[in-house]
């Protein structure tokens, strides 16, 4: 197991990242369980295999083959009166403590999702190691299924593990028949909202030897194909929630702004949306904010699943971005001098034309490891028009609280819970 220690600065060099990994191979006890004999395999067999991947080759896309039989969009049930849940983790395939926390607290839900990011490379070891259930790995699969986006670590081993061998894993049940996420795109849908996880990881990285990150990516041409001839949004009234590895907006990083011009180009103007996303290892939220054709994004920010959680810099990135509220609580300081945030991770509730949203944190000082909710709040979608409510600030009162900014939400408002925490 690996500890967040070991992530401290770490670059987003894939060489720097595959260096990281052979360190690892060589120095760290293997695991008290086999993957599929992964652990006893001779240093230099793995030593070789990431050296083999240091040029960065792109593993061969994937779409869906027969649309027929499997065409990417998958059912909720949409009974009235039946509550179907959706837990979202991103960068949490970490394999550290806290990530096996977070999954531990996450438990059993309908659905899980990873926003993308196995560390340090996403090879076939490290794959094995989050997500392999058969030998114990900690991934929390989803009762009805689970999914996985493709972030820029996967690709930093061309990705061929995350096609191969991740997305063999994720699998749903639906009408007693057993789909497979064949792609590293989906849609999970239902009569009122449609959840479309898109992939922004697979050109991420450019260069010989990955020597930069690629901020003009954009999404490659097989998912624009099937987002237009499969999904087609445009024609659609259903209420939307995009989900990326990378994100479209950000008060504190760089943004990558092409995948959200495409998908305005497919859905069309003066429509508002949710879109969820990892990549920043911290939680956020946004208040509206709309592109120059009339696609208006409601972000948050999910990527504080197992990595350490980065805190304390200033969210002046690209004007603010109507930045509402975001977490910066030091949980611990590592080596008495790195500050490390809370990590967690959120939960959608889907109950007819309602949706609920859950955010929660790691609860690292509670002994009956209970999910202890940081943050709450409520759409409802009416003829495609997504309308929120106020967002429930449950750390009122507690002895740390989250980053308010000026300003509302939604026309709304951060409003205060109970003093006490609110665990459940």
């Not at 360190?23 to 086999?34: A, G, W």
């Not at 991947?53 to 649309?67: C, F, S, W």
């Not at 041409?221 to 999904?231: G, H, I, N, P």
């Not at 979608?381 to 900014?405: C, E, H, N, Q």
Request: aromatic content about 12%; overall charge neutral.
């Amino acid at each position: 197991m690996k500890e967040q220690k070991d992530f401290i600065g770490l670059s987003r060099s894939p060489v720097v990242n595959q260096l990281h990994s052979i360190r690892e191979s060589v120095t760290k006890k293997p695991p008290k369980y086999n993957m599929h004999g992964l652990v006893h395999q001779n240093v230099f067999q793995w030593l070789w295999k990431n050296l083999l991947h240091l040029g960065n080759t792109h593993y061969k896309y994937q779409t869906y083959q027969d649309l027929k039989r499997n065409n990417g969009l998958f059912k909720m049930d949409d009974t009235p009166g039946t509550e179907t849940s959706v837990a979202l983790l991103g960068d949490w395939a970490s394999d550290t403590p806290e990530s096996h926390n977070i999954a531990a607290l996450c438990g059993e839900r309908d659905y899980s999702i990873h926003l993308g990011d196995s560390y340090y490379v996403g090879n076939e070891k490290e794959i094995a190691c989050n997500f392999n259930s058969s030998f114990n790995a900690p991934w929390p699969y989803g009762k009805r299924g689970s999914f996985a986006l493709l972030g820029n670590h996967e690709m930093y081993s061309s990705g061929k593990a995350y096609f191969t061998q991740l997305l063999p894993y994720m699998t749903v049940s639906e009408a007693g028949e057993v789909k497979g996420q064949e792609a590293s795109f989906f849609c999970l849908e239902n009569k009122y909202w449609r959840v479309i996880g898109l992939d922004t990881g697979y050109h991420s990285v450019k260069g010989f030897l990955g020597v930069g990150s690629n901020k003009k990516l954009k999404f490659h041409d097989m998912q624009v194909e099937w987002l237009r001839t499969v999904v087609q949004p445009e024609k659609d009234n259903r209420g939307l929630i995009f989900l990326s590895h990378h994100q479209p907006l950000s008060a504190f990083e760089d943004e990558y702004v092409n995948p959200a011009k495409q998908l305005a180009e497919l859905v069309g103007f003066n429509r508002n949306v949710l879109w969820f996303w990892g990549h920043e290892h911290r939680m956020a939220l946004y208040g509206e904010n709309t592109l120059d054709n009339g696609l208006k994004i409601y972000g948050r920010c999910m990527g504080n699943g197992g990595m350490p959680v980065e805190i304390g810099k200033s969210p002046k990135a690209n004007g603010g971005r109507n930045l509402v509220v975001y977490d910066d609580r030091e949980r611990k300081r590592i080596d008495g001098k790195y500050p490390v945030g809370y990590n967690g991770y959120a939960v959608l509730k889907f109950d007819g034309p309602r949706l609920a949203i859950e955010y929660y944190d790691d609860n690292e000082n509670n002994d009956l490891k209970q999910e202890r909710k940081v943050l709450e709040e409520t759409w409802t979608v009416a003829d495609g028009k997504l309308t929120g409510s106020d967002i429930t600030d449950f750390t009122t009162g507690w002895p740390k609280k989250l980053t308010r900014m000026q300003g509302g939400i939604e026309k709304a408002i951060v409003k205060e819970a109970d003093a006490k925490p609110a665990v459940v």
